[in-house]
């Protein structure tokens, strides 16, 4: 929740910049937010809700920590993090669940909502968050993506943002090389108020200091909106943001954005917060709009995941490999074929295309680092993709 109340809104028409000219309807990723549903979200709502009041220092909250490490280690997730801290006096945790991507596996977009509450259940804060987010993960958990993903479940946010400051000091900045992100999308209070039309999602971006950062706010928050109304039935509007937990992630000069209600409810922090006083429809289209946007921002590609049978016979070797790296296609003709070796951080290492008629190729290593890599063959547009190692 918000801890001061909104000014008067910023509402700006929204003018798509030149970076989101490109964006169009993704029928790939239309599929996989049709599999996004009200029944599902709905269920993860009303299991927030049973916990109770989830205030830091209680049962209540570290039963709900459970229960959102449960629900992910059902979705198939294994990369899951309890990051725990003191705050007000007690232990607490977030919850951090990591999604590898397959081009840029140590770049991160951060998808992140707080799970604690204080005064009342929280249904809408922050459990529209927290059930946002839940099924943006069950959906992804199986799409390859180029960017890795962390789905963080936030505590002591009611208390001062005190998780994810925490994180930002104790993982962002103490890891080295410094946590590389691409983008943090807040999620905070996204149910809405029964009895009113919500039709219309704030979208928020970055407008304080330090501005070095702003610009790519704008950007990415364009391009959520953008998402929103690909792939929802939603109106977006522009606004800043403010007092949740993408403002240490701001403060660090990372890309932040986020997402808020329109209609604001006046149930926040106190015993009325319940589902009764929401919109469960109207987070649900924030669901199918979000879930756009994180295939989006995380670049998921169909293509990571084709390794039809045309491409079972091709072999690379050896692995690890040192000074050359083969190709053996077994039958297949690799002319006119593509060649990429890829390191972690996404630059483009070796890049060839095959002209002559040939089963087997070999990739020179010469001023190629040790380390891991990816290796991708393209052929007539089916990949085979591998990590390899070089010595």
């Known amino acids: 929740m918000k801890l001061i109340k909104k000014k008067s809104l910023i509402l700006l028409f929204l003018f798509i910049s030149h970076f989101s000219i490109a964006q169009i309807h993704n029928t790939y990723y239309q599929g996989i937010v049709d599999n996004c549903t009200l029944t599902s979200v709905t269920t993860s709502l009303n299991d927030f809700v049973g916990y109770g009041v989830k205030s830091v220092g209680t049962a209540e909250l570290d039963n709900a920590k459970n229960w959102l490490i449960a629900e992910y280690q059902s979705y198939g997730y294994t990369d899951i993090v309890e990051d725990t801290f003191t705050a007000g006096g007690n232990t607490t945790a977030n919850v951090v669940v990591t999604k590898v991507g397959l081009v840029y596996p140590n770049t991160y977009v951060i998808v992140d909502g707080h799970y604690d509450t204080i005064n009342g259940v929280g249904a809408n804060d922050n459990g529209s968050g927290t059930a946002l987010i839940l099924e943006i993960a069950k959906r992804l958990v199986n799409i390859p993506t180029e960017y890795s993903i962390k789905f963080i479940n936030f505590s002591a946010e009611e208390i001062g943002l005190r998780g994810s400051q925490h994180y930002v000091d104790n993982v962002v900045n103490a890891t080295n090389p410094k946590l590389d992100i691409r983008l943090v999308l807040n999620i905070d209070q996204v149910g809405g108020r029964s009895g009113m039309t919500n039709d219309t999602i704030i979208c928020e971006r970055d407008e304080s200091s330090p501005t070095e950062n702003n610009a790519l706010s704008n950007t990415m928050t364009n391009e959520l909106a953008t998402c929103i109304g690909l792939y929802s039935s939603l109106n977006t509007?522009?606004?800043?943001?403010?007092?949740?937990?993408?403002?240490?992630?701001?403060?660090?000069?990372?890309?932040?954005?986020?997402?808020?209600?329109?209609?604001?409810?006046?149930?926040?922090?106190?015993?009325?917060?319940?589902?009764?006083?929401?919109?469960?429809?109207?987070?649900?289209?924030?669901?199918?709009?979000?879930?756009?946007?994180?295939?989006?921002?995380?670049?998921?590609?169909?293509?990571?995941?084709?390794?039809?049978?045309?491409?079972?016979?091709?072999?690379?070797?050896?692995?690890?490999?040192?000074?050359?790296?083969?190709?053996?296609?077994?039958?297949?003709?690799?002319?006119?074929?593509?060649?990429?070796?890829?390191?972690?951080?996404?630059?483009?290492?070796?890049?060839?295309?095959?002209?002559?008629?040939?089963?087997?190729?070999?990739?020179?290593?010469?001023?190629?680092n040790s380390g891991v890599y990816l290796l991708e063959l393209n052929i007539n547009d089916n990949k085979k993709i591998e990590k390899i190692v070089i010595e």
């Open 237 to 368: 509007e522009i606004s800043y943001a403010y007092s949740s937990d993408y403002i240490p992630f701001e403060n660090n000069g990372e890309i932040i954005t986020g997402l808020y209600e329109k209609n604001v409810s006046p149930h926040s922090h106190s015993s009325t917060d319940i589902i009764a006083n929401m919109d469960v429809n109207y987070l649900y289209e924030i669901v199918k709009g979000t879930t756009g946007a994180v295939l989006h921002f995380s670049v998921a590609n169909q293509a990571l995941s084709i390794e039809e049978n045309i491409l079972e016979a091709v072999n690379f070797y050896p692995n690890p490999a040192k000074g050359f790296i083969n190709i053996n296609s077994g039958s297949l003709n690799l002319k006119n074929s593509t060649v990429r070796l890829i390191d972690l951080k996404g630059k483009l290492v070796y890049n060839k295309d095959i002209i002559t008629e040939s089963n087997d190729y070999k990739i020179p290593l010469i001023n190629v």
